[in-house]
């Protein structure tokens, strides 16, 4: 890892704000390019945006519970989603029709990811599994069921051929698709967060004792931790630019922390929010990034 580019060329200018949720916006996500975002929240809606000219395009209405997660495909064609209803949805992003309810969790679902071909969702619950659903079959049975967790399972990344996912039982668990292999990485704290790193070879974590973790995903070797934010009882992402030169995270004050990636150094922080960030997501290209509150808003900030 190398250590590169000044705290100058990170976005904390606000240039907009996207309203329009009635309640706590739970997670806001770039598509693919960057060009439109997608967010989700209490009000049990998804909303699809342009954030880079405040534009609201469409709203999206099924979910009987609040909206936890939300994902779109590379081709911006389907989204899915989850949250308080049990339930995994597949919506055609065009018509805004639900195409498909998958079921088949227990509790709450808190996560949920596409494969790279748009083809499988991946979910992730309160009831300690980890689902995988063929969007392309007309069976609503999971295809795969993950259930090794001692608790809740918060968040998940997925590659070529593994499946990643955090738990509040303190695990970070690979799970090798191809071989059926399991890796386990223990953190001795509760995961409610993680994400990759852009070239994939470390997965950053965000823990309930206030500290995000990156972990060497070959070795599982913990190389830093990052403090400063709080972060106790919320469920909030976290990620790394898209330079991978720092580390990025909301704080339950309303607060945006950046740190360097090698030396763990708080490069810049700044009130965001008047509430809870509970998303943070960083625009594919450019120094760009979007953040959601409990406030209700988005904000979309740029260097």
């Not at 997670?27 to 405040?54: E, I």
């Not at 596409?114 to 992730?124: H, Q």
Request: glycine fraction near 8%; proline fraction near 2%.
């Amino acid at each position: 890892m190398t250590s590169s580019g000044s705290s100058s060329e990170l976005p904390r200018k606000e240039a907009g704000v996207l309203r329009g949720h009635e309640g706590a916006v739970l997670a806001a996500r770039f598509n693919g390019d960057g060009n439109y975002c997608l967010s989700c929240g209490k009000d049990r809606t998804l909303r699809l945006w342009n954030p880079h000219r405040g534009i609201h395009i469409k709203t999206y209405k099924s979910h009987g519970r609040e909206v936890r997660d939300v994902h779109v495909t590379s081709d911006n064609a389907k989204i899915c989603s989850c949250g308080g209803d049990r339930q995994v949805f597949y919506w055609d992003v065009a018509t805004g029709r639900v195409i498909r309810k998958f079921r088949g969790h227990d509790s709450e679902v808190n996560a949920v990811k596409f494969n790279e071909y748009g083809s499988v969702v991946v979910s992730a619950g309160y009831d300690r599994s980890v689902r995988a659903w063929d969007c392309r079959s007309h069976s609503t049975e999971p295809i795969q069921i993950i259930d090794t967790f001692m608790d809740s399972v918060m968040s998940i990344c997925l590659t070529k051929t593994e499946i990643i996912a955090g738990s509040v039982d303190a695990t970070v668990r690979t799970f090798d698709i191809r071989i059926g292999r399991e890796l386990v990485d223990d953190l001795k704290q509760p995961v409610n967060c993680i994400s990759l790193s852009n070239d994939a070879n470390c997965i950053l974590a965000n823990c309930l004792d206030s500290t995000l973790r990156l972990l060497d995903r070959t070795t599982g070797e913990l190389l830093q931790q990052y403090k400063g934010h709080i972060c106790k009882s919320y469920k909030m992402d976290c990620c790394l630019t898209n330079t991978d030169a720092h580390v990025t995270g909301g704080s339950e004050d309303g607060f945006i922390y950046f740190w360097d990636l090698v030396d763990a150094s708080v490069v810049s922080s700044f009130r965001a929010h008047s509430s809870v960030v509970t998303s943070v997501n960083y625009h594919p290209k450019d120094c760009c990034m979007i953040t959601s509150s409990v406030d209700g808003t988005i904000r979309i900030w740029k260097a």
